[in-house]
T-cell receptor, first 115, second 115 residues
Framework: DTEVTQTPKHLVMGMTNKKSLKCEQH?????MYWYKQKAKKPPELMFV???????INESVPSRFSPECPNSSLLNLHLHALQPEDSALYLC??????????????FGSGTRLTVV | AQTVTQSQPEMSVQEAETVTLSCTYD???????LFWYKQPPSRQMILVIR??????QNATENRFSVNFQKAAKSFSLKISDSQLGDAAMYFC????????????FGTGTRLTIIP
């Protein structure tokens, strides 16, 4: 079983819909991340939360809104998306600064299709 | 900015043979970590092996080993006794120990195992 759980696994939404992606980790990690991955491309960082505070926003459009309710949960709220936002959205967690050498643990992703 | 380059978009190997995937990176820092991640069709990014930059000894994990050449900024992955389950996209990744917690990926190498 994966230690980082993402729901839903698949999502189809219209351009006027509002939806949310959810991520949960029970590893005691202090940092959580959202990545976007287009087909046959590497993941691209979107947001970093460290100790529940947003530490990095990689110039992501405001139609993507992250939220970190507590150290175990990370949400990505979606509104007014465009078809080009269709991609695999990966969540990851890590122990954070001082333990970066242990790497990230990834969830299995949400496959998002915007129609 | 740090960059990671994988010059082999695709590789193939006969089952039970050995294959080496190449990775080079560019950084001005001295304290960092390097990783190889595997992404099978199931989509989840799985950590294969990690290397600490200040350790000269090459990391080994069962059939997976690396050749870390710090001066040349090279970090190749060797897979011995290749198995059908090794078929996947392999990403080389870099993270600075004192940076912004951003894991930077190379463009990936698709590995095919020939039965």
């Amino acid at each position: 079983d994966t230690e980082v759980t993402q729901t839903p696994k698949h999502l189809v939404m219209g351009m006027t819909n509002k939806k949310s992606l959810k991520c949960e980790q029970h590893m005691g990690h202090r940092a959580m991340y959202w990545y976007k991955q287009k087909a046959k491309k590497p993941p691209e960082l979107m947001f970093v939360y460290s100790y529940e505070k947003l530490s990095i926003n990689e110039s992501v459009p405001s139609r993507f809104s992250p939220e970190c309710p507590n150290s175990s949960l990370l949400n990505l709220h979606l509104h007014a998306l465009q078809p080009e936002d269709s991609a695999l959205y990966l969540c990851a967690s890590s122990p954070g600064q001082g333990n970066l050498g242990r790497g990230y643990t990834f969830g299995s992703g949400t496959r998002l299709t915007v129609v | 900015a740090q960059t990671v380059t994988q010059s082999q978009p695709e590789m193939s190997v006969q089952e039970a043979e050995t294959v080496t995937l190449s990775c080079t990176y560019d950084t001005s820092e001295s304290d960092y970590y390097l990783f190889w991640y595997k992404q099978p069709p199931s989509r989840q990014m799985i950590l294969v092996i990690r290397q600490e930059a200040y350790k000269q000894q090459n990391a080994t994990e069962n059939r997976f080993s690396v050749n870390f050449q710090k001066a040349a900024k090279s970090f190749s992955l060797k897979i011995s006794d290749s198995q059908l389950g090794d078929a996947a996209m392999y990403f080389c990744a870099y993270i600075s120990n004192f940076g912004n917690e951003k894991l930077t990926f190379g463009t990936g190498t698709r590995l095919t195992i020939i039965p």
